[in-house]
């Protein structure tokens, strides 16, 4: 009988583990400690920290406090959330903070910090994680401030908000960061003289492999919203899905892959993404990058709304005095109502040592004073790439503007090509020959320029060069005296397999861009969006592959259909459209192969980015195995009959 005890004892053991919940800090044996339950501290939040244990959870319900210090690895909690707990700077003045730590593995959740100066202010150590969530910050001078150098730590800045004067720093990365890693994510900041400032206090900045990340964030009614500087040596910055509205300045990068006199390289290359953010109602400028030497720089997915002065402004990259390999890409990105230059590109000092590539492709430019602007890039090398393809300039006062140019000695590296200029009023294309070292001719060819006559020149070319001998009158956008445009993009052709077909065969539609001469373009990557009325109904765009874009369709039904096509550059429709008919009859034949060069979904795959007949994930929790609760109730059953029978014999 004894042994049956042991075992149900046993048995019930497992399942009062099976049933704790996870510790908050993983591998500490951490104790709750209660304030304001009347749990022996009377209020006493100081009291209860510095009687806790490294890796206690110190949990407060409600009161305010001042001046708290944080001295050992501790949680320090509020359950009910930020409006029910206020830490506050002392009204003393003793010290200027509402709450300090310098103990390692520190997390601070839940809280209102309030101070007429420093919110909280970390002096972290190595190989520190500390972690700071779901607080409200009501401050004057700093919100959170990380003061000393940093080895192999992570920082976690989530879900807050942070409540300013106007002057505010509402979290300042005061520290070198080594192999270290930063993320700030999901907070909103309001009222702010700098938001989120990182970067160091001194030329060491973010190094050796450290990696800073300011994704899902809002901020609005502020100077500056995100100041990153001083990133090298292989570390990178990632600024991610942020909204950034009603500021002054939005994104600000300084000294980016950078080497100085006191820390000289040779340094890593460093990565910059800056990705699908929203940036409107900026007064000055979205985006500025300065002194950019060493890596690569991606420029994606974002909308740049409404800037009083710059979209985004780029200013000494790929200095001389270093000769590093330096890419910048800016793709995919929307620049609408910008009051000067959407994008603006000066001081390129270039040396023969460098290697440069500027990727500008894909992006939209609509309704801004100027599209974009290239202001005094001098000494281009052989090592130079400027690519400025298939992006679309509409309605802006000018498109594309080379301004005093002293750049690309040869125009080889130069590349203006596959992008459409319509309803720029003053000028789609203007280059400025007016420097005595100015680039002669700047290579526009095969663009769109908003009607298949091509550009107007809008004045007399005081070098008696005239390009482009044509036949009727040009009305598209103007373009001055120094441009070559010709040939230039001019019309869409479509062309059916067969004119006529039988249901159940599969038509093949292929589309060419054809160029002032009637030659078909190498148009590679531009779309072709299709759509068909009549027998059948069908919407699809379609890439072109090198001068071509073909669309399979099968036939289900008789009659006629109407097939138009018209080509989009960078997601925007050129008005370059074609127009074809085709018959269907009831009789069946052999069907045809369809064309190799449109991309069809791969075998499994919906289409739709899922693939079909995935099995489902298992989701997992925190909740005990239904196994556990059967082998307990079996066991509780066995012990059950067991003594059943052993009174029955007693009896």
């Not at 990380?146 to 004067?165: E, K, P, Q």
């Not at 409404?306 to 200095?319: E, P």
């Not at 974009?372 to 679309?392: A, H, L, M, V």
Request: overall charge negative; aromatic content about 10%.
């Amino acid at each position: 009988f004894s042994g049956i005890i042991i075992l149900a004892m046993v048995i019930m053991s497992i399942w009062t583990i099976a049933l704790s919940p996870v510790k908050a800090l993983g591998a500490l044996d951490d104790v709750v400690v209660n304030v304001s339950q009347g749990t022996g501290y009377d209020d006493d939040l100081q009291k209860a920290i510095d009687e806790a244990d490294s890796g206690d959870v110190i949990e407060v319900y409600t009161g305010v406090y001042s001046g708290i210090e944080i001295g050992k690895s501790i949680s320090l909690v509020a359950p009910d959330g930020p409006s029910s707990v206020t830490i506050s700077r002392p009204e003393s003045g003793a010290v200027d903070y509402a709450l300090y730590s310098d103990a390692r593995n520190v997390l601070i959740k839940g809280l209102t910090i309030e101070s007429d100066h420093t919110g909280i202010e970390i002096r972290g150590l190595d190989e520190d994680v500390i972690t700071i969530e779901d607080c409200v910050f009501n401050v004057d001078a700093y919100g959170i401030r990380l003061m000393n150098a940093l080895h192999d730590a992570n920082i976690v800045i989530r879900n807050n908000t942070f409540i300013g004067n106007g002057y505010t720093y509402l979290v300042e990365l005061y520290s070198d960061l080594f192999n270290s890693s930063v993320i700030i994510q999901g907070n909103s900041f309001e009222g702010f003289e700098e938001a989120i400032t990182s970067g160091g206090n001194t030329e060491q900045g973010i190094t050796e492999n450290s990696s800073v990340v300011i994704e899902y964030n809002y901020f609005q009614d502020g100077n500056l919203a995100i100041y990153v500087t001083w990133l090298n040596d292989g570390s990178s910055a990632w600024i991610l899905e942020n909204e950034i509205e009603a500021v002054d300045y939005g994104i600000n990068i300084y000294d980016f892959g950078y080497e100085s006199e006191f820390y000289p390289g040779p340094f890593d290359p460093c990565t910059l993404i800056i990705e699908g953010n929203i940036l409107d109602d900026i007064s000055y400028y979205g985006i500025a990058l300065n002194e950019l030497y060493n890596g690569s720089i991606a420029i994606v997915d974002n909308e740049i709304l409404n800037c009083g002065v710059h979209g985004i402004y780029l200013d000494r990259a790929a200095l001389w005095r270093l000769g590093y390999p330096l890419a910048i890409e800016i793709e995919n990105n929307t620049f609408m109502n910008c009051g000067e230059e959407a994008l603006y590109i000066q001081g390129m000092d270039l040396n023969e040592m460098n290697t440069y590539m500027l990727t500008i492709y894909q992006n939209r430019f609509i309704g801004n004073d100027i599209g974009i602007y290239f202001d005094e890039i001098s000494r281009g090398s052989p090592e130079t790439f400027i690519s400025i393809i298939q992006n679309s300039f509409i309605d802006n006062g000018r498109g594309l503007v080379f301004s005093r140019e002293r750049f690309i000695l040869n125009a080889e590296p130069l590349v203006i090509l596959l992008n459409q200029f319509s309803g720029n009023g003053d000028f789609a294309l203007f280059a400025d020959d007016r420097h005595s070292e100015a680039l002669e001719i700047v290579v526009a060819t095969n663009n769109w320029w908003g009607d298949e006559s091509g550009p107007v020149v809008k004045h007399s070319p005081e070098n008696g060069l005239v390009f482009a001998m044509m036949s009727t009158e040009p009305s598209g956008d103007p373009v001055n005296s120094n441009v070559d445009f010709d040939p230039w993009l001019a019309s869409l052709s479509l062309a059916a397999i067969q004119d006529s077909m039988a249901s159940g065969e599969t038509q093949v539609i292929t589309a060419r861009i054809l160029d002032n001469e009637g030659i078909p373009v190498d148009a590679d990557g531009l779309t072709i969006h299709f759509s068909i009325t009549g027998a059948h109904i069908l919407d699809r765009d379609v890439l072109v592959a090198g001068t071509e874009a073909a669309l399979n369709y099968p036939g289900s039904a008789v009659g006629k259909d109407t097939i138009t096509a018209e080509v989009y550059i960078a997601g925007i429709p050129t008005g370059m459209t074609a127009e074809i008919e085709v018959d269907w009859t009831q009789s069946t034949a052999t069907p045809t192969e369809p064309a190799q060069s449109e991309t069809t979904p791969a075998a499994g795959d919906s289409g739709t980015g899922e693939t079909e007949d995935t099995p489902p994930i298992p989701q997992t929790g925190n909740n005990a195995s239904p196994l556990l609760f059967v082998v307990y109730l079996s066991a509780l059953f066995i012990l059950i009959v067991v003594l059943s029978k052993r009174v029955s014999s007693k009896n």
